[in-house]
């Protein structure tokens, strides 16, 4: 029953407007798809093709400022997965996030590491107390008490080693929000009663190869080259459709896939 879909930016392909824009009407009524367009924003897309692929010159130093932040020498490396702090690394470097991403993902096309965008870890939590010294903290804090039996209800081996833990499991238990859960189990963790890890998104690098030397980087061109060439063709493709008012939008599109026989809508802007 999606009535209006509206892009207030150009998306880097016709397939992506597509699908989009396709969610309007599905249910066969009238439905609005609106593109917000000024010239300037051919120079913002435009842009876009230099930081998905930035210069090869670009990507071979990136690579090296890797593996300085790794202190990892010459010739090693391979298979060792690191976890790695994109944000860290471009405030070190003076890199922009957007571009740097794009780099280790052609690193990754070309086979020299495999970037593991974040994985959502798990919380973890273990004991640093005894279970006789829990009874103490129960006198003291009813709130701390309800965590503490929810957790020792739900999870076992907590006193051992580390447990892996669901906030919104022990909220669900507890009868408290998850984010109460999260602040209840940093402040036990700041009486030294628990170690509480939460959670967090964690991107990794896999050195599929040992570390090389920057300038000895390969960038093939079905990797480099051929790539860009088709992003750029995707970029042209949308702004041809945003800036044509001579042909059918349905029929723009239907061509843009294949389809060359398709009659006019006559209910687009340009039809109408």
Known sequence: ???????????????????????????????????????TDKTTLRRRIATTYPDKNYIRELYDNMNYYFQMAMGDGQ???????????????????????????????????????????????????????????????????????????????????YAHISEENIALHSGYSADQVYEG???LARQGVIDYIPRRKTPYILYT???????????????????????????ESVLHYAESQDECRSRLLLRYF??????PCGSCDVCV
Do not use: W
Not at 10 to 38: H, I, M, W
Not at 209 to 231: F, M
């Open 1 to 39: 029953d999606v009535r209006l879909v509206i892009h207030m930016d150009l998306p880097d392909s016709l397939e992506a407007y597509f699908q989009e824009a396709g969610r309007a009407g599905r249910d066969g009524q009238k439905a609005y798809a609106v593109l917000l367009y000024t010239p």
């Open 79 to 161: 298979n060792c997965l690191l976890p790695f702090a994109l944000d860290d690394f471009c405030r070190r470097f003076h890199y922009f996030p957007v571009p740097a991403d794009s780099a280790l993902k052609i690193l990754t096309q070309a086979g020299y590491i495999e970037y593991i965008e974040a994985q959502d870890n798990t919380s973890r939590l273990m004991f640093l107390v005894q279970r006789d010294e829990l009874y103490t903290l129960r006198r003291q804090n009813e709130t701390q008490e309800i965590f503490v039996r929810t957790v020792l209800r739900l999870y076992s081996g907590v006193f051992a080693e």
């Open 185 to 187: 189990l940093l402040t």
């Open 209 to 235: 190869r040992p570390r090389t030397d920057g300038a000895r980087i390969v960038l093939a061109p079905d990797i480099y080259e051929q790539r860009r060439a088709h992003y750029e063709r995707r970029i």
């Open 258 to 263: 294949g389809e060359t026989e398709a009659a």
